[in-house]
């Protein structure tokens, strides 16, 4: 099997605050295979998608406690690299980041166009090569000829988060991190930025990670999704096999709460509450709000079940032998559903 | 329960230290919600959703037409003799994490309006707090009572802003997106919520939201709006099923449902965005973005609403060629 573009195994992130940790990021792992290929990350609020992202591009904040696991782009190890190197080589020029809200935080007073050289001109490009540069990107990312030179302020919402997607892709990154990239926008105009993002994956064959609470969101775009849960990816996996077969409860359940359009039926509410993740729940961190769970699920933690698609499962029904007669339970539910 | 009649509702802007401008928020609208009825108001942020939830409880004053409750013309009304209505129409804001004071506790949140009503009595004030409060399933009641906003979830703030709403026992309540600042998989539970407390109550409902499949489970009918006017309305399922308006049908295929397939094929979109206008519009106001404008027809007048079918009308030159005559005109 060759290398893939980027493997992300056991990564554990958490913070301090107060006399608990916050398990933010807790054992997650998964891989991009390929160049142009998109995963989707997708959790609640809480369930620590930020924090991976953040952590990818090592931007911690300072009340970091532990930091742990391993990170590979196209097999080069990253989380190695002193602070110097990765800013030097890593953060921008091969990972970048659209990170949520960024459309509001344009700077006022600089031509869109400019901000974008900015980034050119600090790393020794000439001025005029750099703005030239600056159009040509603004271009593949949809914006109209002329628009380098106006300020942000006279962009519409939807021609503003283009202008993030262009300063993200300056130094030609191979792996872009897009953090709820459409939540400010309407649906029509987050469409229109779906539409440039599957251009993008395409041609030039950026590889994304797509963090976002919209299940349904992620499936327009992803060829793979994580289901994150309180630090965990509770299920990882194709998404021809997640969105159809999901082999955690979460993940089922989730589908299942959302309304669907053209069924009448009522979507199912999920259970419960979100959990504290200074105090997340021994054993499987979903089991007070899963329907499912039986005697091992407080006390042990649940493994990363392999599942067909090479992708994984953190639930003991995948366990024949320690769920016996509930083996597949889930799938089952969900298939009547 | 709640009538409009081809309401204009005209916000001034300052654009400038002398210049001022005129928004049109509102353009001839007229919507009819029944006794425990749901209507969905859709549209994208500028359609005028919000501005139209906020008409049908006076909080704006319309340039022109009408707003009346249970029968009884409101238009003009002053604030100091719209007591007896303020008790009756509630609402429930977007955003629970800016609309509760953080420094009161959630029993003092909810007996606030009831202390405004004048009800004397502690004892019965708290009495009604705690039945609201389970009512909206923040039970047991004396734990949530006493904890402050920021000590609970989205979804519990919401259900405690749902409480604050219900204590009064209106008849008719806004929920102005009370979901979109929730996590997707906590929505269903306040939208159920809200169908129960639909059916228990008998209470009416406009339901403010952009996002149409929530207003499938949620609502009976649904107005599509667009800029200010109302460009499509008949029953939830007929709208949703057979879109007529070409901004309703793209405001529908826009949605991504969880579906493997997506990734493989782009999104039929409309181009541009909607942006604000300052004068009424003159032709059909989704003329630039249509994929299937007719010119020299629709952008020569503006169409009117026209029922095509039983209960399911739309503005629309592909339907009829009746064109809007806004009111005063013989």
């Given amino acids: ?337 | 329960m709640i009538a409009v009649e081809d309401a204009s509702v005209v916000f001034e802007t300052r654009a400038g230290i002398f210049k001022s401008g005129q928004v049109h928020a509102l353009d001839g609208v007229s919507i009819e919600i029944g006794v425990g009825e749901t209507l969905a108001l859709v549209g994208e942020s500028g359609s005028g959703k919000t501005t139209l939830g906020r008409l049908t409880l006076r909080l704006v004053e319309p340039a022109s037409g009408t707003v009346s409750f249970l029968g009884r013309d409101i238009t003009h009304d002053r604030e100091q003799s719209l007591g007896w209505f303020r008790q009756r129409a509630q609402i429930v804001f977007q955003d629970p994490f800016s609309s509760l004071n953080p420094y009161m506790r959630v029993w003092d949140l909810i007996e606030e309006p009831l202390q405004i009503d004048g009800v004397k009595r502690a004892g019965e004030r708290r009495e009604r707090a705690n039945a609201a409060l389970a009512a909206v399933d923040l039970i047991p009641t004396a734990r949530f009572g006493s904890k402050y906003p920021s000590q609970m979830s989205g979804g519990q703030r919401q259900r405690v802003g749902i409480a604050r709403a219900l204590v009064r026992n209106p008849d008719y309540i806004v929920a102005d997106e009370p979901v979109s600042m929730i996590d997707a998989s906590s929505r269903i539970a306040i939208l159920s919520l809200l169908a129960k407390l639909q059916q228990e109550r008998g209470v009416s409902f406009a339901y403010i939201t952009h996002d149409i499949a929530s207003a499938r489970y949620f609502s009976d009918r649904i107005a599509v709006l667009y800029q200010g006017t109302i460009v499509e309305t008949g029953p939830v399922g007929t709208v949703i099923d057979h879109p007529l308006h070409p901004y309703t049908a793209a405001l529908i295929a826009a949605i991504p449902e969880p579906d493997p397939a997506n990734r493989h094929r782009r999104r039929e979109v409309v181009p541009g965005e909607p942006s604000p206008s300052s004068t009424a519009p003159t032709h059909c106001p989704f003329y630039s973005r249509c994929p299937r404008r007719i010119p020299g027809t629709c952008d020569a007048a503006r169409p009117a609403l026209v029922e095509i079918e039983p209960k399911h009308e739309v503005a629309c030159f592909l339907y009829s060629s009746a064109s809007h005559t806004p009111a005063g005109t013989p």
Wanted: aromatic share 6%.
């Fill in chain 1, 1 to 337: 099997m060759s290398t893939p573009l980027l493997r992300v195994e056991d990564l554990l992130l958490y913070y301090r605050a107060g006399n608990h940790p916050v398990h933010a990021v807790d054992g997650v792992s998964f891989t991009i295979e390929d160049r142009g290929q998109a995963v989707g990350i997708v959790g609640e609020s809480g369930s620590g998608k930020t924090s991976m992202a953040t952590a990818l591009m090592r931007m911690l904040p300072k009340n970091v406690e532990s930091f742990r696991g391993s990170i590979q782009l196209a097999g080069q190890e990253l989380t190695t690299l002193s602070d110097d190197q990765f800013r030097r080589e890593i953060r921008w020029k091969k990972i970048a980041m659209v990170f949520q809200g960024a459309m509001n935080v344009l700077n006022p007073v600089v031509r869109v166009g400019e901000q974008i050289a900015e980034t050119l001109i600090f790393d020794g490009m000439e001025k005029k090569t750099a703005l030239a540069r600056a159009d040509a990107l603004l271009e593949r990312v949809g914006l109209p000829a002329g628009i380098g030179s106006r300020y942000a302020h006279e962009l519409s919402g939807g021609q503003r988060q283009r202008v993030v997607i262009a300063t993200a892709l300056v130094m030609n990154p191979e792996l872009l991190i897009l953090d709820e990239p459409t939540s400010a926008l309407d649906v029509s105009v987050q469409a229109q930025i779906m539409n440039l993002l599957k251009d993008l994956k395409e041609d030039p064959g950026i590889s994304m990670i797509f963090i976002t609470h919209d299940i349904g969101l992620a499936s327009d775009l992803c060829d793979s999704i994580a289901v994150a849960y309180a630090g965990q990816h509770v299920e990882f996996g194709s998404a021809d096999r997640v969105l159809v077969e999901p082999h955690h409860p979460y993940s089922s359940l989730l589908l299942s709460s959302l309304p669907r359009l053209h069924d009448p039926a009522p979507p199912v509410p999920m259970p419960g509450e979100p959990p504290d993740l200074t105090h997340p729940p021994a054993g499987c961190r979903f089991h007070p709000r899963c329907p499912y769970a039986f005697a091992p699920c407080p006390v042990i933690v649940p493994p990363e079940y392999r599942v067909e698609d090479g992708g994984h499962a953190r639930c003991f029904l995948n366990d024949r032998e320690i769920a016996g007669d509930r083996y597949q339970i889930h799938l089952q539910a969900t298939i009547d559903a």
